[in-house]
């Protein structure tokens, strides 16, 4: 059975800094695309980050990049998210989600069948 734990969420000032963290079991972590999403107050879910385990590339949403950071651990089966510069409006219940083994890259949310169950992140002015 695949789970996908994430801890790490809070909050956080303007400016300041968060790492979020999802630790994955039931798959071969190496061999599936790994994303980041986050869903805004009366917002989709939307995209922040995916991770192409073939290429090992990352690709990052255009309002996060430069300030988040997509990072993996293959010995501890764990992804992180590094938010740094966070603003008002990264405010969002963030997920992590894996992939099928071996799929082609993908950051649309419907390749993602296997989610967290989400991280609350509020930052204040």
């Known amino acids: 059975q695949v789970q996908l734990a994430e801890s790490g969420g809070g909050s956080a000032q303007a400016g300041g800094s968060l790492r979020l963290s999802c630790t994955v079991s039931g798959l071969t972590f190496s061999q599936h695309n790994l994303g980041w999403f986050r869903q805004r107050p009366g917002k989709e879910r939307e995209t922040v980050a995916c991770f192409n385990w073939a290429a090992g590339d990352t690709y990052y949403e255009g309002p996060v990049k430069g300030r988040f950071i997509f990072d993996r651990d293959n010995s501890k089966n764990t992804l992180y998210l590094q938010m740094n510069s966070l603003k008002r409006e990264d405010t969002a219940m963030y997920y992590c989600?894996?992939?099928?083994?071996?799929?082609?890259?993908?950051?649309?949310?419907?390749?993602?069948?296997?989610w967290g169950q989400g991280a609350q992140v509020t930052v204040s002015s």
């Open positions: 989600a894996a992939s099928e083994a071996r799929e082609s890259w993908s950051c649309q949310r419907s390749s993602y069948p296997y």
